[in-house]
C-alpha cells in the first residue's frame, strides 16, 4: 500500500522530472527555430564578405563565434583596414618624454599582428588595403613586403598613412625597386592611391599615372622629397582618368604642374609656381597664391578656362607690400568663394571686393581673416564705385575683433550684396598663428554684437559663431 505521504512525494517528483524534460524540448525548440530565423548566415559569401568589409580586421575575426558559417569568413575579406593608430597615439601622448620604450614595444606589436594577419589572409583579391600606424624607415623591409603582398592582390585602394610626427627625415620612402618590376607586381588595378608621411619622388608620381590606367584618386601629404611634379595626360591610348587629386604639406615642393582633363576636385600647395590647364571638369579647387595684383590675374586667368568650377578655396600669401588688385577674369559659375587672409593692421578689407565681382553668380564668401600689426594709419577706402552684386546670399567672416577694418568690410557687404540673407561672424580665424586668447575672442563677441546689431538689417539673418 502506498501511503498519501509516498504517493505526494511521487507526484512531486513526476512533476519535477516533466518540467525538465518540457523545459529542455522548448530550448531545443527555441533553438532549432533561432537557426530558422538566422537569415543572414544564410545569405551567400559576396554579400557576408560584403557585410565584414565595414568592419575592423579585429571585429570580423569575432564573427567566427556566432556560428560554423562565420568560422574563418573574415580571413576572406577583400578589405583589410589595418588600423591602430588610436593605440599608439594614446601611448604618444601620455608619455611624451619617456614613453619612447614604450612606443618602439608598440611598433612592435603593430608589426607582428599586421604579419600574422596576412599570413592568416586568404582572398585571391583585395578592394582596400589600409596602413595607419606610427611607422618609419626603420621598419622598410616590413612595410615594403605588405605593399608587395596588396599589389599582387590586385589592391584597388591602397593606402599608407605612416603618420611620423617631428621627424621627417625618418619618413618611410616609397621604395623604387617596386616601380621597376612591373613583371611581377601589376600596378594596373589602382583606383586610388594615398600616402600621408611617405617619402614619394617626383619620378615615382609620374610612373603611377603611366602605370595606373584606372587611378582616379591621388592624394599625397607630407611628403619631403617632392619638388617639382607633373600630373599631366590625356592623350595617347591609354588617357588619364584622375578625378581628384591632392598635393599638400610637401614642404620641399617648389613648383606644380596640373594638366588633367577628368580632374574634378584638386588641392595644391605650392607657394611658387603653379601651373594649371585643360581641366574643363573642374568643380572645386583649393590652391595658395602669392598677394599681388599679377599672381591673382594668372589664377583667374587659367581658371576662366574651366566652365565647371564651382568652389574656390584661396588662401593668399603675404608679400612685404601688395598692391591693389584690379579687375580680374569672370568665373561665370563661381558659387563659393572662401579666401584666408594674413592682413596688415592698416590694410582694408574692401580690395578683396574685386575678387567677388569676378564671380557674378556667386552665392556664399568665406573670409578667414587674420591681422598681423604695424605701425601705420589706416586709411578709410571709398567704394561707391564697386558694381552691386546681385546673387551673393551668405557671408560668413571670421576673425571680426570690432576694429575699424572689420566695420568697414561689413558695411561694405551690406551696402553691395542687394540679396544678402545671412551674416555669420566669429572671432576665430582658422589661421592658427592668428587665433587671440580666450578672453580676448569673448571680449571681441560683446563688441561685435554692440557694433552690428544697430547696423545690420531685421530682414538679414546675424549669426555669432
Known sequence: MISYKDSSSMSRKRVRTDSNLQSKEFDKKRYIRSCKDDRISRLPDDILLHILSFL???EGARTSVLSSRWIN??????????????????????????GDTLVDNERRKYVTWVNRILRSHKARTLKQFRISFGLNRKHRKSITRWLEFALSRQVRRLELDLIY??????????PDELLSRTLIVDFKSLRELIFRHVDVSDGAIEFFLRNCPLLEKLIVCHSTELSNPRV???????????????????????????SAPSLTYVRAATYEELFIENMP??????????????????????????????????????????????????????????????????????????????????????VECGWAYHRKKHTKVDYAAITPHHYLKVVKFCGYYGRPRDLEFVEYILEKC???????????????????????????????KRQLEALVPRHIELVYL
Open 56 to 58: 575592423s580586421v579585429e
Open 232 to 258: 599631366c595626360g590625356g592623350g595617347g591610348s591609354s588617357p588619364l582618368v584622375l578625378k581628384h587629386l591632392e598635393i599638400v604639406f610637401c614642404s620641399g615642393l617648389k613648383s606644380l604642374k596640373v
Open 165 to 174: 610626427y617631428n621627424e621627417p627625415l625618418m619618413y618611410y620612402r616609397f
Open 418 to 448: 542687394v540679396v544678402l540673407e545671412k551674416l555669420i561672424i566669429g572671432p576665430t580665424c582658422a589661421l592658427e598663428i592668428f587665433k587671440g586668447p580666450i578672453d580676448v575672442e569673448q571680449t571681441a563677441i560683446k563688441k561685435g
Open 281 to 366: 571638369k573642374l568643380v572645386e579647387l583649393h590652391v595658395n597664391c602669392i598677394d599681388n595684383d599679377v599672381a591673382l590675374r594668372r589664377l583667374f586667368t587659367a581658371l576662366s578656362c574651366c566652365p565647371q568650377l564651382e568652389t574656390l578655396s584661396l588662401m593668399l600669401l603675404s608679400q612685404e607690400e601688395t598692391n591693389e588688385i584690379c579687375k580680374l577674369p569672370q568665373l561665370p559659375k563661381l558659387k563659393k568663394l572662401e579666401i584666408q587672409y594674413a592682413a596688415r593692421d592698416f590694410e582694408t578689407l574692401i580690395r578683396l571686393a574685386r575678387l567677388i565681382s569676378a564671380c557674378p553668380v556667386l552665392e556664399e564668401f568665406v
Open 73 to 98: 569568413l573574415w580571413k576572406y575579406n577583400t578589405c583589410l583596414n589595418l588600423d591602430r593608430y588610436t593605440d599608439f597615439e594614446k601611448i604618444r601622448r601620455k608619455h611624451p618624454t619617456t
